[in-house]
């Protein structure tokens, strides 16, 4: 099987959990960016299945290694992706998080924004929620919501791969300009119980570090959010009793699992 390194620690794992993101930035080889301006707006599948995707994308090794520190030693590769290309002004998307979200406290299924160009507040960047992963709404209940304080727009620099939990609320900004801004979306999966196998420092478990308050929260979502992370957390140091679950994202988005390819 082809040999991919976690990157994480505990403390990074513990934000992970929190934030329910994780920026790399400007990751990707500059002359792979340039090739990926021109790829066409929409679903995305011989792409994202050849050598060169998987050798400078999905298998990155700081790509690779955050879905091996989270998804374990097998996770699976995609094999479809999107292409969300912008060229023309538009007044942003509403909030949401995508299709089958659904609630748990497991990590099963990492979603990823991969921008091969420099992204600028004038360019509509996607803006996320930190935080608002392991809260499950209907997309209607929270299409009205404006601007959350605290919200985070991903301008970033060319190359930037963005790793998310599935859940996470989240949009295309306003965008005013006539740039083309491309995000190509894919998603990881799990196939296997989770272990606490990523980069550690001691077989000893810490307890889970709480870190405080996200700002659009009061105390007591907070504490629940605390609460919420101590179950992931146990959850993926193999502490609680674990269902094989199949995410049903994963009707629509297929994967192989590592052990089974070849570049
Ligand atoms: O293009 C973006 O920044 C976000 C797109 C998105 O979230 C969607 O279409 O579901
Ligand atoms: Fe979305």
Known sequence: MIDVQPTLNDKEVFDFIHNGYIILESIIDEDFNSKCQTLSSGHLTDFIQSRSF??????????AGVARSLLGPNFTLPTSAHNHLYEHPHEGQTLHSDGLTESGYGITHLQCYYYPQL??????????????????????????????TGQVCLTVP????VMTHYGIWHKAGPKINQKKRSMIKFSFFRTQPPKRDWVIESDEVPTYQHSGRHRYVT??????????????????????????EYHPARMFVAGIPLNQIQL
């Open 158 to 161: 060319a190359g930037t791969v």
């Open 119 to 148: 992204v600028e507040i004038e360019d509509g960047p996607t803006i996320v929620v930190p935080g608002s992963h392991q809260r499950l709404v209907d997309r209607e209940a929270i299409a009205h919501y404006g601007n959350i």
């Open 54 to 63: 998987r050798q400078n994308v999905l298998l990155h090794p700081k790509v």
């Open 219 to 244: 105390e007591v979502e907070s504490y629940r959010d605390r609460r919420r992370g101590e179950y992931t957390w146990n959850w993926l140091c193999g502490l609680t009793e674990y269902q094989a």
